[in-house]
């Protein structure tokens, strides 16, 4: 009974968030970038945008209680400008997990 208490207890969401340094969210081309968006099995995205949209919603929901979460959105920006602010975010998250240690 002690390991299904563990175990239900591991599910709980406080306890998911706490097994990641950091959440960096890079919101879906469909919100904000659609003429990038694009669908098809070459693409591995069965979703329509709107469906996109809806699931990236529901999983910025899910994650925003973390600590660390940031969302990195379209708003002016080309896919450069939005995996380098991911890139700068990820160097300083390591070097404050590397300073706190």
């Keep these: 009974m002690k390991a ?3 175990a239900l207890q591991d599910s709980q969401p406080a306890s998911c968030l706490r097994r990641y340094t ?3 969210h890079l919101v879906t081309a469909a919100d904000g970038a659609p003429w990038a968006y694009r669908t098809g099995p070459e693409f591995n995205r ?6 996109a949209i809806k699931l990236d919603r529901w ?3 899910a994650w925003s209680g973390h600590p660390r979460y940031y969302r990195i959105d379209n708003e ?5 400008a939005k995996s380098g602010q991911a890139r700068q975010i990820l160097v300083e998250v390591i070097h404050g997990a ?4």
């Design 22 to 24: 950091a959440v960096l």
């Design 4 to 6: 299904l208490a563990a």
């Design 46 to 51: 069965p979703e329509s945008p709107e469906e």
């Design 59 to 61: 999983l910025g929901e």
């Design 76 to 80: 002016g920006k080309d896919w450069q």
């Design 98 to 101: 590397v300073s706190n240690t």
